[in-house]
């Protein structure tokens, strides 16, 4: 049996064309707000239900016992908040129990009935999700170009799940058809925005020799200058995948939505979500979607602790390295050798290689890997 | 927490000094049966609670609930039958409610109040337990030499825990006391009766990756020939402990108790003795506890799915071998390289080997443990 997404049930807040032609043709007496290609993708997460068990943007009371207590009124674990921010004399346009179209770039995504219109504190937001208000940080940074109120209320999606990578795109409906079909009953999920060097691979074989599938989920979005940019990121994995990898038990597809760089309580957030694609286990590293020093290296790990009934089985591994006296990759568990026997994985040796054109050691990356990064000519965000 | 043990409590029937001296006193009126050093492990096995809830030898509802149902009359899973055999003679000198006295080697061992004495069918016995009835089993060849008589009761026992190797030696309320001390709330338990090669250190080492604790646990004790000796299972292992995993996250101590091989029923018997002694998870490799080709060679990972109820977590490696492509130890999950890229880890060809007094492949065996193994000039059992 698959795990059961997260609240039990797999929101699908997608509407038939009937509906949808009958509501486009009512657009006109509807206030449409437009929102930017992010804003729009969450939309599309929640409503094929990544986001479960969110229906729509968070009300107010919702949003404020995330921050409070890490969990939904509902009492589900929550700890990312899923807000539609809005300007104060867009506000001023819309109110409690209005029907709105969110729309971007002139076409329909959704329509959304409003519970509530309510001003947020940045300080508060910042300090309970980021752990900081530093506004070098780079969530916190974003979070301040957010418009001073949020709009709360359910989506209904007016249009077709879509995807820059369709190659890679697959709902959580259909994750969940997939494993069904490879009968698969246990998967670990593992997250990523980074190319795979061996250090990788071996997490992920580690842990897919204890459950019966590996699903690779890249995140896909908008991302700091100087992380990999998503193609390089996805073609390096299929090249991986095609060498070094079985099909019948090894999955990617994509999760498309921003890193916020939240460290623990994005950690909580991510395994959340991959739950809601079916995995059951889900691996958590050192430092999980943290960024420069804002987060102790295992606080991501420890706050698992908080969440017994999370329903999805954290993976926790420390740091990994090659070690030449066990002549094998080993990690801080398993190895007792000294560090001069050790060779680490830094993605810094790693990445000053490919700046450089080189293909880096082979102890460190799979040469069809590095051949594939270095097809591109600016692989980095910001690069060019 | 540590994992509970099987039925909800870890048997202690070890009397005080007191009791002991109370009942030695009285030992003249008592019945003396003369048992071999084999059963006296065994009731050592029960009194420190190495079989819990096992508190005696089967009485005879049980035995026949195990040979039909594989579990006891209190609905616990066990599917090995604990028994206390005698001859016809020896039966018709004891009777229901009789205190006899175990004894070994002249020494009491435990005094034992008697529930039943019943006959038992060595067909029954034999398919229910080792799924057949050919004398060519090695276990099925032991049971023949059994008396006609089973005699069930509880044992109290009369001396001190003890074994022939005291420094290998912890009963499961002393490994619970020493993963607590060492705050390991999870503990994965790996049975062997070999020596250690470099696949099962990447078992081990795999599972090791995702819980607290390693506990290497050999069985010691009657053996067939052509098996290594105890004693070169130990020294083995204490060299790869010493010079390849770290002191505080791997522990090994023995488990004293006869090989059945009995396949899928002794795995599920095997787990249960882990989840006493405080295994949170259990590794099942290919062909676990069988002998010949008695066994499909994953019987004993697909029995677990009768037993969803057993609160310990099987933990199944198929084949492994070194792959040439992947450049690492690999397994049937993890490569899909043909098999002409792989080198096995059969252990014929280290046995081989280590007949004629070579060194194997680094790649298969570590140093340190060939050269330990090379120490004893007679390492299998029967081969002096």
Known sequence: MIVKPHGGTLINRILSEKEREAILSYRKQFFTLEINEEKAIEVQNIATGVFSPLQGFLNQEDYHEILLRNRLASGHAWTIPIVLDVDRPTAAKMKK?????????????????????????????A?????????????????????????????????????RYPQYYLT??????????????TVVGFQTRNVPHLGHEYVQKSALSLVDGL??????????????????????YKALLDHYYRKENSVMSILQTEMRYAGP?????HAIVRKNFGCSHFIIGRDHAGVGSYYHPFAAQKIFDLFPDLGITPIFFMSFFFCKTCNSIANDKTCPHPADAHVDYAGKIIRDKLIRGEIPPEIMMRKEVSEEILKHPHPFVGDD
């Not at 129990?97 to 504190?121: H, Y």
């Not at 409906?173 to 698969?184: C, N, P, S």
């Not at 699903?215 to 390096?236: A, H, T």
Request: aromatic share 14%; proline share 5%; hydrophobic share 35%.
């Open 172 to 185: 959580p409906r259909e994750t969940r058809i997939l494993f069904a079909e490879k009968q698969w009953n």
């Open 97 to 125: 129990d209005d029907t709105i179209i969110l729309s971007c770039g002139g076409s329909p995504v959704a329509s959304m009935r409003i519970e509530d219109i309510f001003a947020w504190d940045f300080a508060e937001y």
């Open 215 to 236: 699903f690779i989920n890249p995140v896909i979005g908008e991302k700091k200058n100087g992380d990999f940019r998503d193609e390089v990121i996805l073609d390096s």
């Open 127 to 163: 300090q309970n999700t980021f752990g900081t208000t530093d506004e070098r940080h780079p969530g916190v940074k974003k979070l301040k170009t957010y418009g001073e109120y949020f709009v709360g209320g359910t989506v209904n999606f007016l249009s077709e799940p879509i995807s």
């Open 265 to 269: 309580k994005e950690a909580i957030f």
